[in-house]
């Protein structure tokens, strides 16, 4: 094999250590675990700073896993294998709701919306793969935010109606709700008019890595103003089933 590179080997051991447990370490506790000097470490500490795979509590400088080592460790499951895999269950969540599904992932602070079944009618509809969707203001993007554990898709609040969530209070009292109920709703908060629903996809560690949702007219889905909770179990089926297909 060849003589290895220490800086890399030592940088793999500072990442092992950073994960080995749920708290942050400085640079003290780094140095006496590795057995490594200060001013070496701070130097590899700086570098995985610099390329995000670890990040600095502002108010304690100590360190933990940062969010594109995250990313990077869900590499695996990526993009293409998620659509593939869940495009059976989005054609009938389409058919069963009779509204269009969505499914979607994060992506640089938005959602990217890598799916997308027309609502199965004669209406006019442009296919939107591939754009993005604004994370605060949608249901498959309050899903994904609520399983951000560090917060990397939150946006800068912008109204997109009225109705839009845009106090950041009122939007981490969403995500905690989102989180304990297992779903996400949005009623016209980025379309006038429209209302949607959204449940997390998970790999087979139990990450979200996607979120599946519907979106329809509100007199469809909300007619007397209240969420009908016949579509959410649609939807909370339809994740449940795409879940297990990726556990298989």
Known sequence: MGETIQSVER??????????????????ELARALGLPKGTLHGILRTLVHVGFVEQDAATGKYRLGPTLLHLGSSYLDVNELRTRSINWADALAGRSRESAWIGTLHEGHVLVIHHVFRPDDSMQTLQVG???P???SALGKVLLAHDPYGEGTPPLEARTRRTIVDPAALESELDQVRARGWAAEMEELTEGEVAIAAPIKDPRGIVVGAIGIRGAVERLAADGRLNMEFVSYVRDAARAITRDLAR
Do not use: E, F, K
Request: charged fraction near 10%; proline fraction near 4%.
């Open 131 to 133: 754009t993005y969707l």
């Open 11 to 28: 940088a793999a051991a500072i990442l092992r250590l950073l994960a080995s447990g749920p708290r942050q370490l400085g640079v003290a």
């Open 135 to 137: 994370t605060h203001a």
